[in-house]
């Protein structure tokens, strides 16, 4: 299987109605909401409002990352093992999603007057109930897309359905601190456990939209399939040489695009607004509302562009639009003036948006790859590992993002007082080392063996070999 640049793509049509790519999508949408709105909301609730050291609350994220590398796998193998009238991931989909949100809402209702020690240790415990929870949503969904399309043209549009939904939600998940601070609140602590509610009831609704919506492609066939236990499962996994690349270039990506956005948002509190934590959390909704309608617009094209020129070439393009996005940040974060602190997430978000969609197609391969080799269709252990790298990278950004503004000096008692040296090395930090790790990922993803041309090839394969 060559290496070389992609071929032009399989333009097969599957047979995927509209309803089924909505409700897949829907699942990226409630999987996205809790977690993103975790982050959103955890770091200025138990950060500034309540006192936790930005490095403590990075550091539980990721040790939750090490309880994720065995719950990932384990969720995996139970849903590749499991059979039942409903399939083997839908009914996972629909419990993991009500668990979740549950869990997500229970995080914000401590008693109030604590110490910051004891806020830490409610949030530790909380949050690992939630990526328990988040676990057996995210896996089992990770698992559906190669089964529900079986060509590149179909698991393009399933993606693309997947990041619709997902940057979509985004764009209310920005809002969810400005939301909080409104008057009609007795306090911040109020408006966050309404927001919360609000939040959860969401997302139950998308994983229930997906888990009743979609159809398992495989089931028939699946039913008499030897059950793979655990730890065979997770060897069979490891020798999967195609996923290697597919991993590095996600978790680099991923912390191109987003790595520094914490970084960010402390600049935009206290180098562009002066303290001003109402007027910024505003600022700070606009930035994401630009990052995320522009991420969704982008979509389209994309996944045209995909069709036409190949995957890889979009990949690459998203590449430059982080870079050139990154770059405008060092003109547009200016103190007192936001008229274009948006300007570089217009760019920024589809870039990011683009590259997750072409990885996730692409891991879709893998699963062939898998099954040509082995016979067997093991969708929940890869997904297992593009759940954990997608909940790693998020936690890897916040807490190397904690430790970076600690690094810099930043001490959040100071306030307005932070040093010119520690904004002048934020700065630094949040307009060029996304761009390092952006490099980087052209490096990985130029590693990966499968190009469309060997893909069809592999389905080709697969199909003859499933008839006889």
């Not at 607004?273 to 094209?301: C, E, H, K, Q, Y």
Request: hydrophobic share 50%; aromatic share 10%; glycine share 8%.
């Amino acid at each position: 299987m060559s290496s070389r640049p992609d071929a032009p793509p399989d333009k097969t049509t599957d047979a995927l109605s509209r309803r089924e790519l909505l409700a897949y999508g829907a699942g990226g949408g409630s999987i996205n909401l809790t977690e993103h709105s975790l982050m959103h909301l955890a770091s200025p609730v138990f950060t500034i409002l309540l006192g936790v050291s930005p490095a403590l609350v990075g550091t539980l994220l990721t040790v939750i990352r090490f309880w994720d590398a065995i719950a990932d796998p384990l969720m995996g193998s139970i849903s590749d093992n499991f059979r039942s009238r409903w399939g083997r991931r839908r009914p996972f989909i629909m419990v993991g999603g009500v668990l979740t949100a549950l869990f997500f809402v229970a995080l914000y209702w401590f008693p109030r007057g604590w110490e910051p020690a004891q806020y830490f240790a409610y949030l530790s415990v909380m949050m690992f109930a939630f990526y328990t929870a988040h676990t057996m949503i995210s896996v089992p969904l990770m698992s559906l897309l190669p089964e529900l399309s079986p060509g590149t043209h179909g698991r393009n549009r399933l993606a693309a359905s997947t990041t619709v939904f997902m940057r979509g939600v985004s764009i209310l998940v920005v809002w969810l601190f400005s939301i909080t601070q409104l008057p009609v609140f007795a306090d911040s602590l109020q408006g966050v456990r309404a927001v919360s509610a609000g939040v959860g009831v969401i997302a139950i609704a998308l994983a229930a939209w997906t888990a009743f919506g979609v159809r398992e492609r495989h089931q028939d066939r699946i039913k008499h399939q030897e059950k793979v236990p655990l730890l065979a499962g997770i060897k069979e996994t490891l020798k999967l040489k195609p996923i290697y690349p597919l991993v590095a270039t996600d978790i680099l990506i991923g912390i191109a695009g987003n790595l520094v956005n914490t970084v960010g948002y402390f600049l935009l509190v206290y180098y562009v607004r002066n303290g001003d934590l109402v007027t910024s959390s505003f600022d700070n909704g606009m930035i994401g509302t630009a990052w995320l309608v522009s991420s969704v617009l982008a979509v389209a094209p994309a996944t045209r562009l995909a069709q036409r020129y190949g995957r890889l070439n979009v990949f690459y393009l998203s590449v430059v639009a982080i870079i050139v996005g990154s770059l405008l940040k060092w003109a547009c974060y200016r103190p007192n003036d936001t008229s274009l602190v948006w300007l570089p997430f217009v760019l920024i978000g589809p870039g990011l948006s683009a590259a997750s969609m072409i990885l996730m197609t692409m891991k879709a391969d893998v699963t062939d790859w898998d099954e040509l080799r082995t016979g067997k269709r093991r969708e929940g252990m890869i997904g297992a590992v593009q759940s954990w790298v997608n909940k790693m990278i998020n936690s890897l950004n916040f807490a190397v993002a904690g430790y970076l503004l600690v690094g810099a000096g930043f001490d959040v008692k100071l306030g307005t007082g932070q040093s010119p040296e520690t904004l002048l090395t934020l700065r630094i930090l949040f307009t060029f080392l996304p761009i390092v790790f952006a490099l980087l990922a052209v490096y990985t993803i130029r590693r990966f063996p499968i190009n469309e041309q060997s893909a069809v090839e592999l389905r080709r394969t697969l199909e003859q070999r499933r008839g006889a």
